[in-house]
């Protein structure tokens, strides 16, 4: 893998110690891994995650495996536990919460800003804007897909946005072919489509057993998927 190239792998939700811990020791081929303890559902029903404990969770882990963590912060309040956390990861729902930008900004870390599921390019560069007002560099932008007609995934990946923000500013862009796809068998198509598009990371969903994810079960990789899909990138990146 060039080693510029970043992927960040692993469940929706942190869930329990023992699934991350199978996630942390299996996934060896990045050193970043994701897990939401603060998600932002549809329904007040859903599993809203573990909060401060699943944040613990990932730290305990990071340290154990000498990993780096990400995990998205819904607000400004949650930022005090993300002390120990590598990326802090602002979601599609939050892309326009300026005042969570400017807080998350002034941690000085790095942010992972995903696309609005509704916003333009230009309405992403300029939400990183305030990420930058606050002195802080270190910013990921990533594509994850917007409404369309599209009923073919449950986003529609928009794969120029990767050249346009390349194009137009100096932003590392990731994507995040999880949430674009909304269904598992899809990943691979968008993951191989980004690659080749020139995306510089990868964010993907991977769970020890999918099916009994508590979020977004039908998007999410096995490991065993997960590393072949890793193969398969390797081998996109040789091309380009
Ligand atoms: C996520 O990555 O867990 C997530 C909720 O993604 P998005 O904000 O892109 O929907
Ligand atoms: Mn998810």
């Known amino acids: 893998m060039n080693k510029d190239f970043q992927i960040i792998a692993g469940p929706c939700s942190v869930e329990n110690y023992e699934q991350m811990d199978t996630i942390f020791s299996s996934i060896n081929n990045t050193n970043y891994i994701r897990g939401g303890a603060y998600k932002p559902r549809t329904r007040p029903t859903d599993f809203q995650g573990l909060g401060p404990e699943g944040i613990n969770m990932m730290v305990e882990l990071k340290e154990k495996y000498n990993k780096k963590i990400v995990c998205e912060a819904l607000s400004v309040e949650q930022l005090v536990h993300f002390d120990d956390v590598d990326i802090i990861q602002i979601g599609a729902r939050n892309m326009q919460n300026t005042p969570l930008l400017i807080a998350a900004g002034k941690t000085g870390k790095t942010i992972l800003l995903k696309r ?125």
Do not use: M, W
């Not at 599209?150 to 100096?170: N, P």
């Not at 909304?182 to 980004?194: C, E, I, K, N, P």
């Open 116 to 240: 609005g599921l509704a916003s333009t390019v230009e309405e992403l560069l300029s939400s990183a804007e305030y990420i930058k007002s606050t002195g802080n560099n270190n910013i990921i932008l990533c594509e994850r897909g917007i409404r369309t007609f599209s009923e073919s995934s449950r986003f529609t990946l928009d794969i120029a946005a990767i050249a346009y923000i390349k194009k137009h500013s100096d932003y590392l862009v990731y994507i995040d072919p999880s949430h674009a796809a909304g269904d598992s068998s899809l990943v691979q198509a968008l993951t191989l489509a980004g690659v080749v598009a020139g995306c510089d990371g990868l964010i993907i969903e991977v769970h020890p057993n999918p099916e009994v994810a508590l979020s977004d079960k039908n998007q999410q990789l096995t490991i065993e998927e997960y590393n072949e899909l890793y193969k398969k990138v390797n081998k996109c990146l040789e091309i380009i």
